[in-house]
């Protein structure tokens, strides 16, 4: 039988599994890298850290299996999306860490450029706003430093977000390619001729030489040479950046499917066909991903906490000991006591926009509990989904039929619950929660031929469990009405 090797290269770490035609984990490999924060706002990685974290997940993955590398019929990439590395041509030497999408060193910039009355004209091309989150204003400032424009406009030197730089390794220099997913997030790329965009490019000061080749998701990047773990010859056949690579591993190929995945943060995605579709309520218009005979858009929107609410619980108001341990904790109370957590500890994101916004709790009363307060942290992180979702129906003019679910907090069946409670739709969860991995998977067998069509890919997806909702309209509204209260006071 042959097999995947799925690289997902994150922001702290490096996950790679070997996946069967089943989809089955024969084996997983995980290795961490140091974060460096150079100053307040700033957060960069170092290039040479993240290869080795992906050189040893390759290696443990591939020594759990016990896979014979022979037996490998392709390489997968989902990365980290926007981090912007620059390196070398002649030697593959990075000249800089990499600037990772976190990092606001850009802020002044874009928001002189917002000022300057340039925001409408930017998102009409790429579907993005002016933002430090991208990748343009950092690949600016980075070519700004030293001698490096001068040595980009010679053609001495590469940019690429992750998964370009981790192809340029792996095939020793031979490849410089990205994406149309990966491209579409760097405020570079016209979404609608799906090439780098001259207008941005000037707008931007970036010079067309350092660009890479931009190919369709699924088929050939490139073949690894030279690297001690892997095969000569294997192909890499497919590559999404990872919130577009979780959709495609969700299975969401229709129109209206959409998909959360609920990691630090919560990142809610909406394919919407072929159309890209220009958002009124602060979302994101993105690629989702382009593979032979289709190119599909999505609708994006992020939640900045999630998961990181219940580490909140854990670490500072040291509820428990464990994360798993607030689900019973919450569940110990029938309801929240009319408590409400708004999870705005970085501000609020989609739809609301709103960076100073905070966290607030609300609705306190003697009775309160800790367990009031879990669940009521619980349930927020549904709510804030529930604006973004409402947000996306009236963007793409689609009623959500269902939400597919993952991410570690995926796994807690008291917040599936309250969510599909609240949105009124069905919650699938899958068999395995890491879809960003298996969307690589599945784009690089879909590249290399080991699937035939993503109909033959559907009859490979596995559902874990299905919610369905059960709370009465009028208890709904009840929590929305609150949650509503508590958000304009957050």
């Not at 030197?157 to 031979?174: C, E, H, M, P, R």
């Not at 963007?395 to 907090?409: E, F, M, P, Q």
């Amino acid at each position: 039988m042959q097999h995947i090797l799925a690289i997902d290269q994150g922001t702290t770490g490096t996950t790679v599994l070997v996946l069967d035609a089943h989809l089955s984990v024969i084996g997983r490999g995980y290795c961490e890298f140091a974060q460096i924060y150079p100053q307040p706002g700033q957060v960069e990685h170092e290039p040479h850290a993240i290869m080795n974290s992906v050189f040893k997940a390759i290696a443990g993955a591939l020594q759990q299996s016990g896979v014979a590398t022979k037996d490998l019929a392709a390489i997968g990439i989902t990365n980290q999306r926007e981090t912007v590395v620059l390196w070398d041509r002649k030697t593959g030497e990075p000249v800089h860490n990499a600037i990772v999408w976190q990092d606001r060193r850009t802020s002044e910039v874009c928001e002189r450029m917002i000022a300057a009355g340039q925001q409408e004209a930017v998102r009409a091309v790429t579907g993005l706003p002016i933002d430090p989150y991208f990748s343009a204003t950092k690949l600016a400032w980075l070519l700004d430093q030293g001698d490096l424009r001068q040595r980009a406009e010679r053609g001495e030197l590469a940019f690429g977000t992750i998964d370009s730089y981790l192809v340029w390794q792996l095939t020793n220099g031979k490849r410089h390619v990205t994406d149309a997913s990966n491209a579409s997030r760097t405020l570079l790329f016209d979404i609608h001729t799906m090439a780098w965009s001259d207008q941005m490019l000037e707008q931007f000061r970036i010079p067309r030489g350092v660009l890479p080749e931009i190919a369709p998701s699924a088929g050939e990047f490139g073949k690894v040479d030279s690297v001690s773990s892997l095969p000569d010859g294997l192909p890499i056949s497919g590559i999404a950046g990872d919130q577009q690579a979780a959709l495609f591993g969700q299975a969401c190929f229709a129109a209206g499917d959409a998909k959360c995945t609920y990691g630090t943060g919560a990142f809610l995605l909406m394919n919407t066909g072929s159309a890209a579709v220009p958002s009124t309520h602060g979302l994101v218009t993105t690629v989702a991903w382009q593979i032979p005979g289709e190119q599909a858009y999505a609708l994006e929107g992020s939640a900045f906490i999630a998961g990181a609410a219940v580490q909140w619980l854990r670490d500072e108001m040291q509820f428990f000991d464990s994360a798993a341990e607030v689900e019973a904790l919450a569940n110990s109370v029938p309801n929240s006591g009319g408590v409400v957590v708004v999870p705005a500890f970085a501000g609020l994101g989609a739809p609301h926009w709103r960076p100073n916004a905070r966290g607030t709790i609300t609705g306190l009363t003697r009775g309160t509990t800790r367990a009031h307060i879990a669940r009521a942290t619980l349930e927020g992180i549904a709510l804030q989904n529930v604006d973004i979702l409402r947000a996306m129906e009236q963007d793409s003019k689609r009623s959500l039929g269902a939400l597919k679910v993952d991410g570690g907090a995926a796994a807690n069946n008291l917040l599936m619950q309250f969510q599909s409670d609240v949105l009124g739709v069905t919650i699938t969860r899958p068999k395995l929660l890491e879809t960003t991995a298996v969307g690589a998977a599945l784009l690089a067998g879909l590249g290399c031929g080991l699937w035939s069509s993503k109909n033959a890919i559907q009859k490979t997806m596995r559902e874990d469990r299905v919610f369905q909702p059960k709370m009465d309209h009028e208890a709904v509204q009840g929590h929305l009405a609150r949650w509503n209260a508590a958000v304009r006071n957050a």
